[in-house]
């Protein structure tokens, strides 16, 4: 069971807030815990878990945490051109500890490698990178349904940003703010993908093509990983204002837009990775 995060005010002159996904467990913590969470919860018998990831992956860090808990084995595959160096990412070097199998494979081979692994270990749970099903997206709907009972917060925010990696997360919340009295915004922050390929992937999950109240912004398409001073200004700025230090790869994105257009009345998700924080 996971702990409800906390929300708070994000500073005294503006109507935003942020719930921190941080606080849902230990320092192994976030969204992608929710989600695995959620998984697991559809499923029996689990032999083993397969999934995949880049090293900045927070994802392949739960599958690692729920396998030693669950006194399961986990193999996860590292995608990556850089350097194979598990000591270089927080994320891996925790995923280690808990006992994952951690393989790496260049990008133009990535096809071909996790094909060779789900056919060898074709007993184990396969799991999308980043946790990306139907299952995982409904615990986030479900979650947020029962946060919508917070009239507190929820008559003083229109809309809510989080981070966008596959999207799973942000379609779950999505789908919850649909059932809501409230026409409320979900914008979502590509950290990766262009526009284009984040909804591809969301039409992946129930087959919906048409998405109200829901904005994609792909301004940092292309930059994952890579991290400017405009960003990292604005982390820190956040950070002086709530006293959390947003990861520098996937939230500090939703931040910077956050802070770059000086919006009000917004509910900042803080999904976690907090491990990057090492990079």
Same mark, same amino acid.
């Given at each position: *069971? ?14 935003? %807030?942020?719930? +921190? ?19 697991? #919860? =559809? ?26 808990? *669950?006194?399961?084995?986990? &193999?996860?595959?590292?995608? &990556?051109?850089?350097? !194979?160096?598990?000591?270089? %990412?927080?994320?891996?070097? *925790? ?5 994952? #199998? ?17 056919? /060898?270990?074709? +007993? %184990? ?11 995982? !997206? ?6 947020? /349904? ?19 990696? &596959?999207?799973?997360?942000? %379609?779950?919340?999505?789908? !919850? ?18 526009? /284009? ?5 969301? =039409? ?23 991290? +400017?001073?405009?960003?990292? #200004? ?5 950070? /002086? ?24 009345? !917004?509910?900042?998700?803080? &999904? ?8």
């Amino acid at each position: *069971m996971l702990n409800t995060p906390l929300i708070r005010k994000i500073n005294p002159d503006k109507n935003n %807030y942020c719930l +921190d996904e941080n606080l849902n467990n230990s320092f192994i913590s976030g969204n992608k815990l929710r989600k695995l969470q959620g998984i697991l #919860r =559809e499923v029996k018998n689990v032999k083993g878990i397969l999934s995949f990831g880049s090293p900045f992956s927070s994802h392949l860090l739960a599958c690692a945490y729920y396998g030693r808990k *669950m006194g399961i084995p986990v &193999t996860g595959i590292v995608i &990556t051109d850089q350097d !194979a160096n598990v000591l270089k %990412y927080p994320h891996l070097n *925790m995923a280690e500890k808990f006992g994952a #199998r951690l393989i790496f494979t260049p990008n133009d081979c990535a096809y071909e490698v996790i094909e060779k692994y789900k056919n /060898e270990l074709s +007993d %184990y749970l396969w799991i999308p990178g980043g946790g990306h099903t139907l299952e995982a !997206a409904k615990a986030y709907e479900f979650f947020f /349904e029962e946060l919508f009972k917070n009239e507190t917060i929820w008559n003083q925010t229109d809309k809510i940003i989080l981070p966008y990696g &596959t999207g799973t997360t942000t %379609y779950g919340i999505w789908k !919850a703010t649909r059932k809501h009295k409230k026409e409320i915004q979900v914008i979502g922050i590509s950290v990766s993908r262009s526009k /284009e390929k984040c909804i591809a992937a969301i =039409e992946e999950l129930e087959g919906l093509q048409e998405f109200p109240n829901l904005l994609i912004v792909d301004q940092f398409a292309g930059k994952y990983g890579h991290i +400017d001073k405009e960003t990292e #200004r604005y982390r820190w700025k956040f950070f /002086e204002e709530t006293g959390l230090l947003p990861d520098p790869v996937y939230n500090a994105r939703a931040v910077h837009y956050l802070y770059g257009l000086n919006l009000n009345n !917004a509910l900042l998700v803080n &999904t976690g990775g907090m491990l990057n924080n090492l990079l």
